[in-house]
């Protein structure tokens, strides 16, 4: 099993510009999430999801957009990148209560 | 809303115990976590602890939970130079586990040799 893999690693854009972070989970979870993590901030969800089909905000989702239109996937939108969008992104997977499963993680940096 | 709190430093020498400490506010919170960060990685998962326990040891960690008090302690016995890391304290508020976790801050733990 390769848990939950995100890509890309790193990334650079210019202000205005979109992308999509990917998180792929071969562990037929039903949870999964989206966080930054910040300097001194820990980790914020910005969005989260219960299964196919539905999602929903967490503390700081504005300026990006989530689908899950299988259990496997769950892409991150950016629509039109900003710096304070300047940080590393995790992804997780999880069924419950026995903790959560990361990623590896995106750094991206807006300029 | 929920806020898990944190110190951000602790330092220990190598070979002494390590006790580090997160208070929560959420109290009908069902799980409690603790991660660990190494620089440049992702977060492993370390421990938890059901909100029913009071204590749970495995190998060199144990984890103690006051309720009452809602606090959280992980104590790192016998502290190794990889154990230097950042330490997330996180908890499921009431959603139970669907809608994401809460976390602290982070405590940097530096080791001394």
């Known amino acids: 099993n390769a848990g939950v893999t995100q890509t890309p690693k790193f990334q650079v854009l210019k202000t205005g510009q979109s992308m999509t972070l990917q998180c792929a989970q071969d562990m037929n979870h039903e949870y999964m999430s989206w966080y930054r993590q910040d300097p001194g901030m820990g980790l914020r969800l910005i969005h989260y999801s219960v299964g196919a089909g539905i999602t929903d905000q967490g503390e700081v989702p504005n300026g990006y957009n989530v689908s899950r239109s299988t259990t496997e996937d769950f892409p991150l939108r950016l629509l039109s990148a900003a710096p304070s969008q300047t940080s590393v992104y995790f992804c997780a997977s999880s069924t419950g209560g026995d903790g959560y499963t990361f990623g590896s993680g995106t750094r991206l940096t807006v300029v | 809303g929920e806020d898990v709190e944190q110190s951000l430093f602790l330092s220990v020498r190598e070979g002494d115990s390590s006790v580090i400490n997160c208070t929560y506010t959420d109290s009908s919170s069902t799980y409690l976590y603790w991660y660990k960060q190494e620089p440049g990685a992702g977060l492993q998962l370390l421990t938890y602890i059901f909100s029913n326990m009071d204590m749970k040891q495995d190998q060199r960690l144990t984890v103690l939970l006051n309720k009452k008090d809602k606090h959280l302690s992980l104590r790192i016995a016998d502290t190794q130079t990889g154990d230097s890391a950042i330490y997330f304290c996180?908890?499921?508020?009431?959603?139970?586990?669907?809608?994401?976790?809460?976390f602290g801050k982070g405590t940097h733990l530096i080791i001394q040799p």
């Open positions: 996180a908890e499921i508020p009431s959603g139970g586990g669907a809608d994401g976790l809460t």
